[in-house]
């Protein structure tokens, strides 16, 4: 990392290998009911261990391994003091980094872990804690075969859980055995964004003990919802993507994994088979026995909000909320003194012990608005009631919401190539391939919190379709700019320091600021499904041409304020270009006005609307490409 303008940030933050003077008594990294930095970074242990696992996917008869790089305060060790863990698991150490400057691991020349990418090391080591990095089996320097979120992912990461707490055991690079239980109590949080953060939830929902926390970050709880919606294809190929993306072995060690992933997901119908329940994470969060820390974006378009939405209402323990208005962005880079202080105060209680109160805190943290923030009981918001939304015929071209509902009916024919932009401008002119609805303008300001979803009466002429459907939000105002290159922030050229450092690993991170715009209209949120599915997502039910079907397309959760004078719409079409890889019949859809409805979680309400729609100006969009962009695959 360059060192440009450093800055000191957030209260115990220490630079170099400065340490505070030790506890008169007892334990001498707490004081005054918090951890506090006492030992020394620059002379932690640095190891490295390889923990076995129970699987051999790899299928070359031994147990498959796990590597794992471990720093720990020496000083704690040598006055026989045990320190609780932080662990992230990821596959991205050797490939593809982590965190918005992309940091890998780096060793020195005997293989010593010199550089553990992000803070927490530096930051947690010298308050009393180890921080313990693991590559996922078929990562980095381990050994059997990555299977994109599947049982040996996650057996692999909590097969170091269980050495932490002696149940599994490892060696070193010499065949030594490695003992945690000499230097640890055994008490694990995981942390982790993205994949990683989706790793930490796959554990968490074994039942593990030892595992005290968790503090998943725009992660992934369906592998399923996460490369379909609803049946339609998100990415041909994804989970062969993802596999050769991160794998750290030859391709012939896991050409069976990799046949297994490619067989297993069944491309060719989008069905929820077993493959993609062994990687649903949502029907175990009962056996989740950790706390539970999530932040998510909630314009997060790579690990859509529906991740975290379904993850949080059917865990029971205790848990807490952060929602911002960026994309796939880490709270580090959005709000980061008070995100580093919630972290370390959440890992005193959960680890430590320390009853520090942020268990009895409120639990949600929403942003609502450019950097305005509020903290409240309850999400979705205990004021928000499902609201029945009907459609209207306007004035035949531009529907209306909310009212009484039409009498009529709308036709539109699949227009693939159609852009998003394209599709949510100009909703009071005609544009092939979609259909658009508009509320009056509101007299009150409303907000949208949970989980909407439209119901829609239809008749296709071919034996299936996928829907689209947008909310939007029309109306000038400042907003985060989630669709800019970096999904609502910018990066800085000065530099804050949040822990302690030697040579090679510094805890030095350029700043970052809220990246906003002012626009004329907004995606509220997205939704998409394939209409063969909607009787069930285990198997397609044809439709007949001429028969009237209802289709229920489940938009992604949101928590959005629409303030008064603005006009909330609805836009219809089919396959989508930009957020899946569509299996475009060329259907023509009619819609039945009357039996169609919108379903919003609202606290307020909508004005009853005029006899046609309101006029809305918007800028028109950027200009059509030349060619269609399909939607190209992500690393989650």
Known sequence: MRFLTAVVAGAGVTLGVAVAPAAAAGTPHIRAGQTVPVYSYEKAVRESVWVQTTLDNDLDGAPDRVAVDIVRPREAADRRLKVPVVLEASPYYSCCGRGNEGELKEYDAGGTITKQPLFYDNYFVPRGYAFVSA??????RSTGCMDVGG???????????????????????????????????????????????????GVAATGVEGLETIVPISAISSWYDYQRYNGVLRAEDYPEFLHQAVSGRPAEACAATLKELDEGSDDATGDYNAYWAERDYRPDARRVKASVLIAHGLNDTNVTTTQFAQWWSRLDGPKRLWLA??????????????????????????????????????????????????????????????????????DGTTGTLGGRPGAGSRTWTDAPDLAEATAVASPNTAVPGRVAFLSAPLTRGVRISGTPSVSLRVQVDKPTTELTARLVDYGTATRVNYLGPGEGIRTLTTESCWGASTAADDACYFDTAEDVVTSDHAILTRGWKDAAHRVSLRFTTPLQPGRWYSVTVPLQATDQRVAAGHVLGLILQASDNEYSTPQSTGATIRLDLRGSSLTLPLAGTLPVPGATAPTVPTAPPAPARLAPQRFRPLLP
């Open 135 to 140: 590559d996922l089996a078929g990562t980095g």
């Open 151 to 201: 049982r040996e992912e996650v057996l692999s990461a909590k097969a170091v859980v269980d050495w932490l707490n002696g149940r599994a055991t490892a060696t070193y690079a010499d065949g030594t055995a490695a003992v945690a239980t000499r230097w640890t109590n055994g008490r694990t949080g995981m942390i982790g964004k993205s994949w990683d953060g989706s790793v930490a939830n």
């Open 325 to 394: 208005q960026q994309g796939h962005v880490d709270p580090f880079d959005i709000r980061r003194a008070e995100w580093v202080e919630l972290l370390h105060r959440w890992f005193d209680r959960w680890l430590h012990g320390l009853r520090n109160g942020v268990d009895r805190e409120p639990p949600v943290t929403i942003e609502t608005a450019p950097g305005v923030w509020a903290d409240e009981r309850t999400w979705p918001a205990a004021a928000a009631r499902p609201a029945k939304v009907a459609l209207g015929n306007g």
